[in-house]
């Protein structure tokens, strides 16, 4: 079965100064997804970036980027220049290629300080 | 578009009674999902529907949990005989496909409070 770990149950960062959100999983999968989600105060949960483990290239959306390190099943968020709309529970989430079910971590809660 | 909508936005009931919880998905949208989100937790599979039919409901807790989608559009959570353990946000997605794409991303509702006394 697969598994998201999110380490860091919360983190704190300066506006806009630069934050990293670490986040594992394991799989015995070749061929899957990752993402990271938001979820602000609302509840509603936003994409904010997402990868295929083929890609060597990491993505990269606008001031948020990765770093994927598919064998050491590794796939942290950089956010860059942090505003206070930031501030929010970011998940991980895997899902296996062709399918429909997400894996998701427990979350790390960013507090944006101005 | 409107995004994916869930009414209420919170439910208030007494342990035993029964809930609905609504979904409305985005239009166009052939895949809808339920996940339930617990306090301090991820989100957790519950239930996918393809169209009308459920494609697999390996996530339901247990048998006072039933949803339903007949006109492949909004859907319907039900929880029988409810628990105190039933208290959570329930979350309902939509995807274009479902087919598991990249680019089939889920499309998350603002869900739904459910406080079981």
């Known amino acids: 079965a697969q598994t998201v770990t999110q380490s860091q149950p919360e983190m704190s960062v300066q506006e806009a100064e630069t934050v990293t959100l670490s986040c594992t999983y394991d799989?015995?999968?070749?061929?899957?997804?990752l993402f990271w989600y938001k979820q602000p105060p609302s509840r509603q949960m936003i994409l904010v970036i997402r990868?295929?483990?083929?890609?060597?290239q990491n993505a990269t959306e606008n001031r948020f980027s990765v770093n994927f390190q598919k064998a050491a099943k590794s796939f942290s968020l950089k956010i860059s220049d942090s505003q206070l709309g930031d501030a929010a529970m970011y998940f991980c989430?895997?899902?296996?290629?062709?399918?429909?079910?997400?894996?998701f971590g427990t979350g790390t809660r960013l507090k944006v300080l101005a | 578009g409107a995004g994916v909508s869930q009414t209420p936005s919170n439910k208030v009931t007494e342990k035993g009674k029964y809930v609905e919880l609504r979904c409305d998905p985005i239009?166009?949208?052939?895949?809808l999902y339920w996940y339930r989100q617990s306090l301090g937790q991820g989100p957790e599979f519950l239930i996918y529907?393809?169209?009308?039919?459920?494609?697999?409901d390996s996530g339901l807790p247990n048998d006072r949990f039933f949803a339903v989608r007949p006109e492949g559009s909004v859907s319907t959570l039900k929880i029988q005989r409810t628990e105190r353990g039933d208290s959570a946000v329930y979350l309902c997605?939509?995807?274009?496909?479902?087919?598991?794409?990249?680019?089939?991303?889920?499309?998350f509702g603002p869900g739904t409070r459910l406080t079981v006394l």
């Open positions: 799989t015995s999968e070749s061929d899957y997804y």
């Open positions: 997605a939509s995807s274009f496909s479902g087919l598991g794409g990249f680019t089939d991303t889920q499309y």
């Open positions: 989430a895997y899902k296996t290629k062709g399918t429909y079910k997400y894996i």
């Open positions: 990868q295929e483990a083929y890609k060597q």
């Open positions: 529907f393809q169209g009308t039919g459920a494609a697999d």
């Open positions: 239009s166009g949208h052939t895949a």
